[in-house]
């Protein structure tokens, strides 16, 4: 059955119990993608609706490869819980909860924003504007972004629903307009469940104000994110 609700309304009352959750919990509380629960718990915590561990925790699982057999991987993750009223931090259970904030972003801990958060940043911050991927590189060259950091981390974003990306359509596969694939930030929880209806339509026009008027909205909506 289809969850009812938006991607956000769905997390916050899946938290409602205070039981701190990682996001492979809420998907299952939820009965929403890892990829709709990823995009709707970080922007909780960024809009500081819920905590989140100031460290990550390890832990160690097997996982079946096929006939690669059995390989170990250690997984970090996060854990969740709804933000207190007046507190930017709590403790529970020996583990540090804490507000949103840019130095907790880097895995590494020291304060400094990896560039694939640089990059992601400065999309949402201009969401209902879209930018080629070279004036992105234009925009964060003083902090040593790439033209090749761009694009392999837009992709990622795209696989988790933030971003579209588009270029030109050419049979089953897209190659780069002259100033390189448009991009634009996409709102989980105005997208809804079909990329097709007018939410995704409404979200994508940046796009259209962007490129010349001669090119049509139906050639970037034959296919979703």
Known sequence: MKPKGSTRSLVLAALVDNKPKSQRDLVKATGLSGKAVYSAVFLCWKKGLVLRTREPIYESERIFRGRGGIVQNTRPYHLYLLKP????????????????????????????????????????????????????VEALKDKGVLVRDVM???????????????????????????????????????????????PFKEQIKPFMRALQPSLSLKEFTTSGT
């Open 85 to 136: 009223k007046g507190k930017d931090s709590v403790l529970v259970d020996g583990r540090e909860f804490v507000a949103f904030d840019e130095k907790y972003l880097d895995a590494r801990g020291g304060g400094k924003l990896s560039k694939a958060q640089m990059i992601l940043n400065f999309i949402e911050k201009h969401a209902g504007k879209a930018y080629f991927s070279t004036e992105i």
């Open 152 to 198: 392999a981390n837009v992709r990622r974003f795209e696989k988790r629903g933030l971003v579209y990306v588009r270029g030109y359509k050419m049979d089953d596969r897209q190659t780069p307009f002259k100033n390189g694939y448009l991009i634009t930030w996409l709102d989980p929880d105005k997208l809804g469940k079909r990329p097709l209806k007018k």
